[in-house]
């Protein structure tokens, strides 16, 4: 008879902000699976958002594209480069991108909930070693996936430099 081996499933990591430059986005690294030995790792991004008082008579589409539009240039610019040859991360092309945008982004002029997500494939799909996610011990793939998420975090566009201004709370 077969002994059945029990593994522990997921794990989420909240990024703290002595681990992160921008203080105005909520951040967590996680996986849904075996967390000794993920195959996907998601990044999770949250914030609070308001166009700044050059974009407070835009229309709700266009500031909805104009805001996809900056997340998807730091994804398409940034990150996809860094992850181009990376070594934890070698599935590049069948990485996800989620945005969620609310339907309206400047409802009596107060601050939106926006999130997004990345799912990276792991070289877990087929390593011989098992790379787990911790942050504890046996950091490595934890530590690089806290690089992709500081490429997001210190993006001019995060960092409230362009048309909208982040913060981590409503308030």
Known sequence: ???????????????????????????TIGTVENRNNPSTIYISFSFWLKPDISLINSEQDYLKKLLEHELNSVYKNEVKSFLKDNYFFPYKHDNIFIITIP??????????????????????IESEKQYPLNH????????????????????????SKKRFKINKTSR
């Open 136 to 159: 504890k011990k046996d950091t490595e793939l934890f530590f690089e996936s806290l690089r992709v998420a500081k490429l997001f975090s210190s993006s001019d566009f995060l960092m």
């Open 1 to 27: 008879m077969e002994e059945e081996v029990l593994q522990k499933s997921a794990r989420e990591i909240k990024v703290t902000d002595i681990m992160s430059e921008n203080k105005d986005v909520k951040i």
């Open 103 to 124: 339907d309206n982004l400047n409802y009596n002029s107060k601050k939106n909930y926006v999130s997004f997500e990345l799912y990276l494939h792991t070289l877990n």
